[in-house]
């Protein structure tokens, strides 16, 4: 770890909310394969984008391939491969981008450390604690084996695959999150709908504008 380093004092992130006309957070959506998380997420992401909201998502077609290439599946990597994401989606929220991250994240403590990451955001400078959205896309495993549309189930419950979350590796389930969605119950479009509904209630965008 890097000792001989300090913090150099920039813009802060209300003068870049003002300049850029929306605020910077984080939407992390957590849930088992299968459970639709990343349909949901390129959904959300395509509605704030047409309302006019700059937007970004993260997963793991975009970060296993490049930032986290050297992570396995262990626990200990798995761990790493969390925060690194945490800290990637709290950059993007800082520049005043709303960063929609999704990832089984299946450990508790790991999603804590994201949120964590970004409540602490404020001790450089006077700024405020930048907001972190948990989403939990619930689904019974049993159904979510029944749709696995790339075969990693399959592949799991025949020993192929190692550590596969659901199946011989643990999800720990969000207890509290901040938004609920039972993705078996609910098309795709609803679930956006329940999302942008929070967004809206809580002052992170303001739709009509």
């Known amino acids: 770890m890097a000792t001989h380093i300090t913090w150099h004092p920039s813009l802060s992130r209300h003068e870049r909310n003002s300049l850029r006309k929306q605020q910077g957070y984080t939407i992390w ?22 309302l006019h909201y700059a937007a970004y998502r993260l997963d793991g077609d975009n970060v296993r391939f490049g930032l986290n290439k050297d992570l396995g599946f262990s626990e200990r990597d798995r761990n790493e491969n969390i925060r690194r994401i945490a800290e990637v989606a709290k950059l993007f929220a800082d520049s005043s981008t709303i960063a929609i991250a999704s990832f089984i994240s299946p450990y508790k403590a790991d999603r804590q450390i994201a949120r964590e990451l970004h409540e602490k955001a404020s001790e450089h400078g006077n700024d405020d ?78 739709l009509g504008s």
């Not at 938004?179 to 999302?195: G, K, N």
């Open 29 to 50: 959506f957590t849930g088992l394969s299968a459970s639709g998380k990343s349909t949901i997420a390129t959904a959300l992401e395509q509605h704030l984008l047409h």
């Open 129 to 206: 604690p930048i907001p972190f959205v948990e989403v939990f896309v619930d689904i019974p495993v049993e159904i979510a084996e029944k749709r696995d549309p790339k075969g990693l189930y399959k592949k799991a419950r025949a020993g192929e695959i190692q550590e596969f979350t659901g199946i011989s590796a643990p999800y720990e389930a969000p207890e509290n999150p901040d938004i609920h969605i039972r993705s078996d119950q609910l098309t795709v479009e609803q679930a956006v709908a329940e999302i942008v509904k929070y967004l809206e209630q809580k002052g992170l965008i303001k």
